[in-house]
């Protein structure tokens, strides 16, 4: 079945300042919650530690990536061709360049905005958001919505997944736990063991074909391994949604569906400044962890993929393969962080 255009509605900005018109009520909880996180820490939250700690692995990461880049493989050349258009017809926005990341582009506001008049997101009650710049509106629409926000800890390497919830969040503070920073501020953290329904998922893209709904990535994998880990947990299935917010430079209709690899994760609905897409697509969604694909160097930098591992071999009584060695940046050396919630 060919894919379906909706028609666009005029864009609804919802600015953040929106925000501050939290009620009396919420503003209660949110100060009871973050006294409750504070006298069950003796050090407070340092943000300014964890932002540059995060700016640094990201750093890292790209200039890993890049140098591990293979420029005759085609999704390296699908995802530089994307990179390229859009910081060369001025679409791109901060952070730049928008190489070797989930790009930010003009319009991922209304983009956002699209995909919330959707019913599948006025509908959710829980919503996984990446916590990439392009999807910071789609993250304010599902707290300011009063929705459940499950949102992962950037790359995995700070640890799972965090919950937000607006009755965590102090009055006027929701643009702030948008933002990296504000999900390890006010967010909780959860672990294997959280019993949680995620109603839809939104993840970010570099490329995607409308006409299948396949996806690709900035190439690292984290959106396969959250996915993976969601299953494992039984908080999603075949037929939780999955929509992904893009500019319409980065439709593309190259992407060749039979060279996916069994974890690439495609997309059922491609919300862009302009139109909604739905896919119709008939790639199969990945069923959990591959742990043949994954490198050993991977599974070290990631702890709670080490305690999925392990678990599943105690379960199991079998020894799970390892796939190749690739080149990774290297993780903050973890001592006593002076950290609190």
């Given at each position: 079945m060919p894919p379906v255009l909706l028609p666009s509605a005029p864009s609804l900005q919802l600015h953040f300042a929106a925000a501050a018109a939290s009620s009396s009520r919420r503003a209660t909880v949110a100060?009871?919650?973050?006294?409750?996180?504070?006298?069950?820490?003796?050090?407070?939250?340092?943000?300014?530690?964890?932002?540059?700690?995060?700016?640094?692995?990201?750093?890292?990461?790209?200039?890993?990536?890049?140098?591990?880049?293979?420029?005759?493989?085609?999704?390296?050349?699908?995802?530089?061709?994307?990179?390229?258009v859009l910081e060369a017809e001025g679409v791109a926005r901060n952070p730049r360049?928008?190489?070797?990341?989930?790009?930010?582009?003009?319009?991922?506001?209304?983009?956002?905005?699209?995909?919330?008049?959707?019913?599948?997101?006025?509908?959710?009650?829980?919503?996984?958001?990446?916590?990439?710049?392009?999807?910071?509106?789609?993250?304010?629409?599902?707290?300011s919505g009063d929705k459940k926000l499950l949102t992962p800890q950037p790359r995995l390497r700070t640890g799972f997944f965090s919950i937000l919830e607006s009755q965590m969040i102090p009055a006027g503070c929701i643009p702030e736990a948008c933002t990296s920073v504000g999900a390890a501020k006010y967010g909780r953290p959860?672990?294997?063991?959280?019993?949680?329904?995620?109603?839809?998922?939104?993840?970010?893209?570099?490329?995607?074909?409308?006409?299948?709904?396949?996806?690709?990535?900035?190439?690292?994998?984290?959106?396969?391994?959250?996915?993976?880990?969601?299953?494992?947990?039984?908080?999603?299935?075949?037929?939780?949604?999955?929509?992904?917010?893009?500019?319409?430079?980065?439709?593309?209709?190259?992407?060749?569906?039979?060279?996916?690899?069994?974890?690439?994760?495609?997309?059922?609905?491609?919300?862009?400044?302009?139109?909604?897409?739905?896919?119709?697509?008939?790639?199969?969604?990945?069923?959990g962890i591959y742990w043949e694909k994954l490198s050993p160097e991977k599974l070290g930098q990631i702890r709670i993929l080490r305690e999925l591992k392990r678990r599943i071999e105690q379960e199991t009584g079998t020894i799970l393969p390892c796939g190749p060695s690739e080149n990774l940046p290297p993780t903050a050396q973890r001592g006593r962080r002076r950290r609190g919630r």
């Open positions: 100060v009871a919650s973050a006294a409750s996180r504070s006298s069950s820490s003796s050090v407070p939250f340092d943000a300014a530690a964890f932002e540059a700690e995060r700016l640094r692995l990201d750093a890292d990461a790209r200039a890993s990536t890049a140098a591990g880049a293979d420029p005759r493989a085609w999704k390296w050349r699908i995802r530089k061709r994307v990179w390229d360049p928008v190489h070797h990341r989930i790009p930010n582009f003009d319009g991922a506001a209304a983009a956002a905005d699209s995909l919330g008049r959707l019913d599948v997101f006025q509908n959710a009650q829980c919503v996984k958001v990446n916590p990439d710049s392009p999807q910071k509106q789609v993250r304010f629409l599902t707290l959860i672990g294997l063991d959280e019993r949680i329904k995620v109603d839809l998922i939104v993840i970010g893209s570099v490329a995607v074909d409308p006409s299948t709904g396949a996806r690709l990535g900035k190439g690292e994998g984290f959106a396969e391994l959250e996915y993976g880990m969601l299953r494992y947990m039984g908080a999603i299935d075949d037929s939780t949604m999955i929509v992904t917010t893009v500019h319409d430079k980065q439709l593309v209709d190259d992407i060749p569906v039979e060279k996916l690899l069994i974890h690439d994760v495609p997309v059922d609905i491609i919300c862009t400044p302009t139109q909604v897409i739905l896919t119709n697509t008939a790639i199969p969604k990945p069923q």
